[in-house]
Nanobody
Framework: VQLQASGGGLVQTGGSLRLSCAAS????????MGWFRQAPGREREFVTV????????YYAHSVEGRFTISRDNAKNTVYLQMNSLKPEDTAVYYC????????????????WGKGTLVTVSS
């Protein structure tokens, strides 16, 4: 499974961005999908996960209420809508796939995509 993330860029504090992650597999609907991020000098951290059916989502406390994960299984794509962005959201964002939502949430990832950089200016 190959994952290709896109949509990163430079945005001002309070702005919005939408990240996309396209998957190459025909079994996309079998995978839970998630987003992680890694800020400069910090470890990679969990951001959000969505189950295969798209009806169960979990968010890190730091982004809850501001970020929304969604998926379109017909397009093999998962999205991350980021609103009310803060400078502390600056990081490389990675999409990830796993067969078990709970495991993915814990960082047990089956497939990683290449990251996309999000920079939030103050």
């Amino acid at each position: 499974v190959q994952l290709q993330a896109s949509g990163g860029g430079l945005v001002q504090t309070g702005g919005s961005l939408r990240l996309s992650c396209a998957a190459s597999t025909r079994t996309f609907g079998s995978y839970a999908m998630g987003w992680f991020r890694q800020a400069p000098g910090r470890e990679r951290e969990f951001v959000t996960v969505i189950n295969w059916g798209g009806n169960t989502m979990y968010y890190a406390h730091s982004v809850e209420g501001r970020f929304t994960i969604s998926r379109d299984n017909a397009k093999n794509t998962v999205y991350l809508q980021m609103n009310s962005l803060k400078p502390e959201d600056t990081a490389v964002y990675y999409c990830a796939a796993g067969l078990v939502s709970g495991a993915l949430r814990s960082g047990r990832v089956d497939y990683w995509g290449k990251g996309t950089l999000v920079t939030v200016s103050s």
